[in-house]
């Protein structure tokens, strides 16, 4: 093991584009990684010849067409679109709300009918503030899009995202709801969205194509072989700059405190049918089912008859959970203590010399993919 340039901890999108950059200039690179897999939050699972995605559903979307080129030039992505479904007690809706929502919950059949229909519902709510500000959520999201869109399509799937009352969160989780006049079932705004044809991996390993990686290394517990100590007391020795994307808290040996995480378990399991529930992400907005979300991974990769090719299909349940000690930390807390504290360890980031701390366990920042590749294309 010689000298690096860049000791990189964390083999996530951050990371992997990290270490591709660099690599293309030249750069000595070494990646590490605590999970037995490459690609952080990324990775898939192959099951049953369907790419699983196992920390969570993935869509890439972006508007920013150096980030979409320069994807697509590592692997092509197919022309997957987001259109989920919401199912509240049985019944269906399209998402966002549209033209076909409208219709589905008014039978209304023109942008007219359905704008007379939410204006009237929402003065009926606003009626009810009697001209006071929203004081909460459920306030907030009435006046915005009225009682039958909030109670059928918002209240319970927030409050079973969330685990308290929409009466009891704050009104400014939610600034806007944007409602369409048009029969459009596309989910995103963005100009490209799809899915790495071959799925996230090939991504991943074609980021990683070339730079030498080890998986199963934890910063802060495994010993680097050529110094016989803690990567994290030795990683000096061996490279001139540290390039870090795991927990900021953890880096400071939790100094100031700890910072919270939301959380989301899975429950994944094999079904003996070609096609279960025809869409890719079917939302659950009713207290009846426990769970949020149920994902039908085959849809994001596989389109009409190869979706009947493939017999069998693989499903995930999303439970929203509290997190505890162990579990993946996935949602940074909005709140104003976390917020307080992460302010405080990146100003403590700021001061160190040679590390980069970059990504979303690194910033405590919620971040889509596509900006982390944006920040990781102008730094390096
Ligand atoms: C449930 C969920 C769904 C999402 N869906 C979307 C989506 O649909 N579209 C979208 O654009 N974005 C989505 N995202 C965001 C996307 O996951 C992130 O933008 C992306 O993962 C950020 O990459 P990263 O490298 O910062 O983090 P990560 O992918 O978390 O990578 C960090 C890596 O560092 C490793 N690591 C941590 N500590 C150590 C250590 N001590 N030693 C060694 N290695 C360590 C971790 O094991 C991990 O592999 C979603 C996120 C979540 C949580």
Redesign the pocket.
């Known amino acids: 093991m010689g000298k690096y340039d860049y000791l990189i901890?964390?083999?996530?999108?951050?990371?992997a584009t990290f270490a591709y950059r660099a690599f293309k200039k030249g750069k000595r690179c070494l990646l590490?990684?605590?999970?037995p897999n490459l690609g952080?939050?990324?990775y898939c699972e192959n099951i049953e010849g369907i790419n699983v995605h196992k920390?969570?559903?993935?869509?890439?979307?972006t508007n920013n067409k150096t980030v979409w080129d320069f994807v697509n030039s590592i692997v092509e992505f197919n022309r997957y679109t987001n259109s989920p479904v919401a199912n509240y007690k049985g019944c269906l809706y399209n998402l966002p709300f549209n033209m076909n929502t409208f219709y589905q919950m008014w039978g209304v059949k023109t942008p007219e009918e359905a704008s007379k229909k939410i204006e009237e519902q929402k003065r009926e709510a606003l009626r009810s503030l009697n001209g006071r500000e929203p004081q909460n959520l459920e306030e907030q999201a009435l006046s915005l899009v009225g009682k039958d869109i909030f109670e059928k399509l918002i209240k319970e799937y927030t409050e079973k995202q969330w685990g308290r009352k929409c009466t009891e969160l704050p009104a400014f989780i939610i600034k806007r709801l944007p409602v369409r006049l048009v029969f459009d079932n596309n989910y995103f705004n963005d100009s490209y969205q799809g899915i790495p044809i071959g799925g996230y991996n090939r991504l991943i390993d074609g980021l990683l194509e070339g730079v030498e990686c080890r998986t199963g290394?934890?910063?802060?517990q495994s010993v680097c072989p050529s110094t016989g100590k803690m990567w994290k007391d030795s990683w000096r020795e061996i490279a001139d700059r540290l390039v870090f994307?795991?927990?900021i808290d953890?880096y400071f040996n939790y100094s100031l405190g700890k910072l919270d995480w939301r959380t989301?378990s899975f429950e994944t399991r094999i079904v003996e049918t070609a096609n279960y529930q025809g869409n890719a992400v079917v939302n659950y907005t009713s207290h009846d089912v426990p769970y949020t979300r149920v994902i039908e991974h085959k849809h994001f990769e596989m389109f009409g008859q190869q979706v009947y090719d493939c017999p069998k299909s693989v499903i995930s349940e999303e439970y929203s959970t509290e997190y505890k000690e162990g579990m993946e930390p996935?949602?940074p807390v909005n709140d104003e203590k976390n917020n307080g504290l992460a302010e405080s360890y990146r100003k403590m980031a700021t001061q160190e010399t040679n590390v980069i701390f970059g990504?979303?366990?690194a910033e405590y920042r919620y971040?889509?993919?596509?900006p982390?590749i944006e920040h990781v294309l102008q730094i390096i």
């Open positions: 901890v964390g083999s996530g999108l951050f990371g590490i990684e605590k999970r952080g939050n990324l920390y969570g559903a993935h869509i890439f979307h290394e934890d910063f802060f994307t795991g927990p953890q989301v996935y949602y990504g979303r366990l971040y889509d993919m596509a982390v």
